[in-house]
Each structure stands twice: as structure tokens, then as C-alpha cells.
């Protein structure tokens, strides 16, 4: 009987789901294990032993099935892979470049909420045909139309509005079809300037299922810092032939060789109720007030989010020159402004944010921002609060609160 204890025990270590369900079976084990020897029922142990050992496996088995089946019914159902958008130049798995390698750059940058993503480079070569300068077609990928698909793409455009922006789709067996029901060939969600420069829009397209009846186009641009849809766009749908569909996103016609367009998460969406929403694809809380700064060009600089809008002040920080670069101003009174104090500052890694007593009793909410305006923490007003920064990048961050009565300051940290 040792040697079946010592061959079950060590059957079970080896095939437990688990280290914690392991050692909580040997400990089940042990509490009852003189109580079987005194009966002399070892197979009845070990039956009871196995059994239990199976009910365990099985009530954690289901418990991960089901945790795999939500996770897969709330992840995206994007049907392009962007894995292979890495650093680098030129077309890879799934994109086909438009235009030569050096108008197709792969790199690091911020997205529309400030965070670091792979974008993807339009270029204008400057050359006199000026087609082709920059973007990208994807593979095909299978469709049932059906059902109608939503396509996007995050677009900016910097420097001029010299050339166009396209958006467009593609259908095999002739089956990109207008509203009407007449075909088009080449196809075109969007064609032109994006509303303003130097800010990032989410373009939003559908390709409605065969039998789609109606003529409204729905598709739309929206304005990455608002949230808000700043222009519709074109619809389109399939024919009953159509089993594959094409994403391509450009920018053409551009002679203008300081010109950039930016693209980022090309996405095409099956809409059968899994799919994302419009404001999951924004990722901006559209409840809070933004305030905007500008430069004198009209450049977006900064965009300040408050989750109270009753609190939220249009003229949160006056922009911070590049002369200067001293600490944004505030909109309120200097003898509030001095109740908040940060120290040390500059620092390597701990704040502490000293609030006094006057200003603690009207401030409504606490921000840390980083350079690009991304909303890194909300902060609970108190009279100290200490702030770790040593896991954060070097750079410059922002303090920025909210007063009751629509004013607001901003302080600025140094991080070493």
C-alpha cells in the first residue's frame, strides 16, 4: 500500500492543473489518512481520493472555458493582423505598400490619447507624376455578404493640405456596388483634405450586405480630440457574388515633400453585435470637457480632460512658449496658486503635492498629465499626497486641478 500511496501522490503532483490544487489535495490527503488506514480502506481512499481529484479538474477546466469564451466575445473582431507592423520600411505580411519603400515608414509615435503606437508614414517623393506617395493596400480577407462590414482607419495629415487623402475598399467578382446598386470599380469611402492639420481622425466606412435596401450613407469622420463626427462620408455595399473585401488607405497626388500623413489600427469589422463600438474605437470619454490650447499657428498643443464639467474651466493653461519654457500659467488667482506646492522639483522618482488649507476646500478634481496631454492618474485631493514617478519616463509632466468656480492650475514637474 506505500507503494500505491507513493505511485497516486505522485500521479497527481504530475497532473494537477496547478501547484495550489496540488498541495490542497495532499493536504486533503493527509487530514484523513489515518482515519482510512485505521478502517483499512485504501481503495475506498483512493477511489474517493481520484474521484475528488477529478471534480476538481473539471470544476477549473469549465471555470477557464468560460473565462476564454468572454474574453473572446469582448475582444475585437478586427479580420486584419496588424502583428506585423513593426519597425521598418516598405510593405510586410497583410500590407502592400503604395509608392516606393522610403514613402512607407514604419515608426514609434502617439496616437490620438497620447499613447505610443506603430504608425505608418506617407512620404511624398516629389516626384512630377506625384501618385502613389505613400499608405497601403491589405490582403483580401473573406467575407458573407450577408452580413455588412465596417471599415476604419486613424488618418493625420501635417504640414499642408497639398494632395489628397484616400479611403476606400475593394470587392472581387466585381462586387463593390454604390447604394443605388450600380457598380463602382474604384471605390472611395473618402477623397480629400481631412478637416484640420495636425490632428488625428478616426474614418469610418460600411459596406452593407447585399440585400441592404436603404440610400443614407452612415460612414463618418470623427474628430479624435472631441469624439465628435465632424462629417459624413460614403457607404457603400455588396453585390451577392462578393466573398472577399480589400481595406486600402492613401495619400496621392501630394508634391509637397514636408508633407507627412499618418495612418494607425486599420481595422475591418464584421457587424453582427460583436463587434466594437464607435466609442471603443475612439477611447475617449465624451462625458468629460476637454480644454484645448493652441499654438499660434492653430496647432492643437495640449487637451486637458475634467470628469466635472460643472468645474471645468475653457481656459484651463495659457500655452508654453518654446522662448520661455517656463511653467504654463494659471487661470487662477496667484494667492490660490500658491496654496499648491510640489517638491522636490525637479525630481528622480517621489513628488509631494502640499495643498493648503483655502484651496483644499473649493478643488474638485486632480490630474497628472505627461507632456502629450495623456491622463496618466486621477489624484485624490488632501493636503499631501505623495507621487512616484520612478517608473516613469524622463520628461516633463503636468499637475493640472480644477476649482470650484471654473478656474483651474496647471504646475509643471521635471523628471530626471
Same mark, same amino acid.
Given at each position: 500500500?506505500?507503494?500505491?500511496?507513493?505511485f497516486l501522490?505522485?500521479f497527481?503532483? *504530475?497532473?494537477s492543473?496547478?501547484?495550489?490544487?496540488n498541495?490542497?489535495l495532499?493536504?486533503f490527503?493527509?487530514?484523513?489518512?489515518s482515519?482510512?488506514? =485505521?478502517?483499512?480502506?485504501?481503495?475506498?481512499f483512493d477511489t474517493?481520493f *481520484?474521484n475528488?481529484k *477529478?471534480n476538481?479538474?473539471?470544476?477549473v477546466?469549465?471555470?477557464? $472555458?468560460i473565462? %476564454?469564451?468572454?474574453?473572446?466575445?469582448l475582444?475585437?473582431?478586427?479580420?486584419?493582423?496588424?502583428?506585423?507592423?513593426?519597425?521598418?520600411?516598405?510593405s510586410?505580411a497583410?500590407?502592400?505598400?503604395?509608392?516606393?519603400?522610403?514613402?512607407?515608414i514604419?515608426? &514609434?509615435?502617439?496616437?490620438?490619447?497620447?499613447?505610443?503606437v506603430?504608425?505608418w508614414?506617407?512620404?511624398p517623393?516629389?516626384?512630377?507624376?506625384?501618385?502613389g506617395?505613400?499608405?497601403?493596400?491589405?490582403?483580401?480577407?473573406n =467575407? !458573407?455578404?450577408?452580413?455588412?462590414?465596417?471599415?476604419?482607419?486613424?488618418?493625420?495629415?501635417?504640414?499642408?493640405n497639398?494632395?489628397?487623402t484616400?479611403f476606400?475598399?475593394?470587392a472581387n467578382?466585381s462586387?463593390s %456596388?454604390? %447604394?443605388?446598386?450600380?457598380?463602382k470599380?474604384n471605390?472611395?469611402?473618402?477623397a480629400?483634405?481631412?478637416p484640420k492639420?495636425?490632428r488625428?481622425y478616426?474614418?469610418?466606412?460600411?459596406?452593407h450586405?447585399?440585400?441592404?435596401?436603404?440610400t443614407?450613407?452612415?460612414g463618418? =469622420?470623427?474628430d479624435?480630440?472631441?469624439g465628435?463626427?465632424?462629417r459624413t462620408i $460614403?457607404d457603400?455595399?455588396?453585390?451577392n457574388t462578393?466573398t472577399?473585401?480589400?481595406?486600402?488607405?492613401y495619400l496621392?497626388?501630394?508634391?509637397n $515633400?514636408?508633407?507627412?500623413?499618418?495612418f494607425?489600427?486599420?481595422?475591418?469589422?464584421?457587424i453582427?453585435?460583436n463587434e466594437?463600438?464607435?466609442?471603443?474605437? &475612439?477611447?475617449?470619454n465624451k462625458?468629460s470637457?476637454i480644454i484645448l490650447?493652441?499654438?499660434t499657428a492653430?496647432?492643437?498643443?495640449q487637451n486637458?480632460y475634467?470628469?466635472?464639467?460643472?468645474?471645468?474651466?475653457?481656459?484651463?493653461?495659457?500655452?508654453e512658449?518654446?522662448?520661455t519654457k517656463?511653467e504654463i500659467?494659471?487661470t487662477i488667482?496667484d =494667492?490660490?496658486?500658491?496654496?499648491?506646492n510640489?517638491?522636490p522639483?525637479p525630481?528622480?522618482g517621489?513628488?509631494t %503635492?502640499?495643498?493648503?488649507?483655502?484651496?483644499?476646500?473649493?478643488?474638485s478634481t486632480i490630474?497628472?498629465?505627461?507632456a !502629450?496631454?495623456l491622463l496618466i492618474?486621477?489624484?485624490?485631493?488632501d493636503s499631501?499626497v505623495? *507621487?512616484?514617478?520612478?517608473?516613469m519616463?524622463?520628461?516633463?509632466?503636468?499637475i493640472?486641478?480644477h476649482?470650484?468656480g471654473g478656474?483651474s492650475i496647471?504646475?509643471k514637474?521635471i523628471?530626471?
Open positions: 500500500m506505500f507503494f500505491k500511496f507513493y501522490a505522485n497527481l503532483k *504530475i497532473n492543473l496547478s501547484t495550489p490544487h498541495k490542497m495532499i493536504i490527503k493527509k487530514k484523513f489518512n482515519y482510512f488506514f =485505521i478502517k483499512k480502506s485504501f481503495y475506498s474517493l *481520484i475528488l *477529478i476538481i479538474i473539471m470544476k477546466t469549465l471555470f477557464y $472555458t473565462v %476564454l469564451l468572454t474574453t473572446y466575445s475582444a475585437s473582431q478586427n479580420l486584419l493582423d496588424l502583428s506585423s507592423w513593426n519597425i521598418g520600411q516598405g510586410v497583410g500590407f502592400s505598400k503604395q509608392g516606393g519603400d522610403s514613402g512607407n514604419r515608426e &514609434l509615435g502617439r496616437n490620438h490619447i497620447g499613447k505610443e506603430v504608425l508614414k506617407a512620404v517623393s516629389g516626384a512630377a507624376s506625384h501618385n506617395d505613400g499608405g497601403f493596400n491589405t490582403s483580401y480577407v =467575407i !458573407n455578404n450577408n452580413y455588412t462590414y465596417r471599415f476604419s482607419v486613424w488618418i493625420k495629415k501635417t504640414n499642408s497639398y494632395g489628397a484616400y476606400g475598399f475593394r467578382s462586387g %456596388l454604390k %447604394l443605388d446598386g450600380t457598380y470599380g471605390a472611395y469611402f473618402f480629400g483634405d481631412l492639420l495636425n488625428w478616426l474614418l469610418v466606412a460600411y459596406v450586405k447585399s440585400s441592404h435596401t436603404g443614407a450613407n452612415t463618418g =469622420i470623427y479624435g480630440t472631441t465628435l463626427k465632424v $460614403t457603400y455595399k455588396t453585390k462578393a472577399r473585401l480589400q481595406h486600402r488607405a496621392y497626388y501630394d508634391k $515633400t514636408l508633407d507627412r500623413q499618418y494607425y489600427e486599420p481595422r475591418i469589422d464584421k453582427d453585435g466594437s463600438t464607435i466609442d471603443e474605437l &475612439l477611447k475617449i462625458g470637457k490650447t493652441y499654438d492653430g496647432n492643437q498643443t486637458f475634467c470628469d466635472d464639467p460643472a468645474t471645468c474651466s475653457p481656459t484651463a493653461a495659457k500655452t512658449t518654446a522662448e517656463e500659467e494659471s488667482d =494667492i490660490v496658486d500658491n496654496h499648491l510640489i517638491y522639483n525630481t528622480s517621489l513628488i %503635492l502640499s495643498i493648503g488649507a483655502t484651496l483644499l476646500k473649493s478643488i490630474g497628472l498629465y505627461n !502629450n496631454s492618474k486621477t489624484i485624490k485631493p499631501k505623495k *507621487i512616484d514617478l520612478s517608473n519616463p524622463s520628461g516633463v509632466y503636468f493640472h486641478s476649482v470650484n478656474k496647471t504646475k514637474i523628471k530626471n
